[in-house]
């Protein structure tokens, strides 16, 4: 019987996790605009769910337009990851994702994301204990390494003999942050001894890069870009099919994406709160339009659907359209 992962469209394409960005209104729109794209939550911890954290259990949501979805875990603790699992069958998430890449020294300082590195045997355990304990596929999110890349084809071997069933790996080490670039020789190299799907990530910015890096891997995993570009995983397809790469919709259509990412989030999450999440994508949005400053010092301070929509019209009424810019 095939792994579920070999029923996906191919090659994959996959939004990466990334922690206050990946939220289900986000999600949903770059599913509507690419529906093979592969969506993952952003990194949840298995502690608290394990404890049935009441904020946790609400940024697990997702809707059911956004599958084949799976939920993303961190931590370190086979007891919460075996728990915590059991929470994500119940909420109806098709696999379980391990962060094993995450450097954010408040993870790693406490033993959770790419520290389950420093002793990739223990964690070869801790996946295969969790892999018998739950009837999900599970995945790992990793790193070439904590300090460097000498473990990790043998870590990627280990991994897949514990029992995962697809691998995503970013081209750098814990040490690394996202410094320097990405290094995915190491990636393609691991795959010719790995038989499960491997996906790269790290510096994808457009779709003619995610072409030319695909090489013998099964997918791509693309994060920070698609911040600022959530059309890229259309553009990323119709490159893999060999197709005319179509053009960043015109501003004004870009607006009308986040209008509707911040209706989604309102109604999921009410109005106040949704929009000082949404900030934080309405800055990245504005980069590089004429005006951005005064646009983004009025964006990070929004508080109403109303002031946004207000500001949105300005951006319109001043004629700036891609074409104009």
Partial sequence: MPSFFETIKRPILALAPMAGYTESPFRTLVKEIEPSTLLISELLSARAFQYADPKTRRMAFFSPAEKPFGIQLFGSSIESFIAAAKVVEELGADFIDLNFGCPSPKVINSG??????????????????????????????????????TM????????????I???????????????GSADWEPIYRVKESLTIPVLGNGDITSAEGAKARLQNLDGIMIGRAAVKNPWIFAQCRAAFKGNKI?????????????????????????????????????????????????????????????ELQEIFDEIRSAGQTQDDV
């Fill in 246 to 306: 179509p053009s960043i919709p015109a501003l004004k259509d870009q607006l009308r994406f986040f209008e509707k990412q911040a209706e989604l989030a309102i109604e999921q999450k009410g109005e106040r709160f949704a929009l000082m999440e949404l900030r934080k994508h309405l800055a990245q949005f504005v980069r590089g339009i004429e005006g951005a400053a005064q646009f983004r010092d009025r964006l990070i301070r929004v508080e109403t659907q109303a």
């Fill in 165 to 179: 069933q697809m691998l995503a790996v970013h081209g750098r080490t814990t040490q690394q942050k996202f410094s």
């Fill in 152 to 163: 990790f084809q043998q870590t990627c071997v280990d991994f897949q003999n514990a029992g």
């Fill in 112 to 149: 959770n994301g790419s520290a389950l590195l420093r002793d990739p045997c223990a964690s070869a355990k801790m996946i295969e204990e969790l892999v018998h304990s739950t009837k999900l596929p599970v995945t790992v999110k990793m790193r070439l390494g904590f300090y460097d890349d």
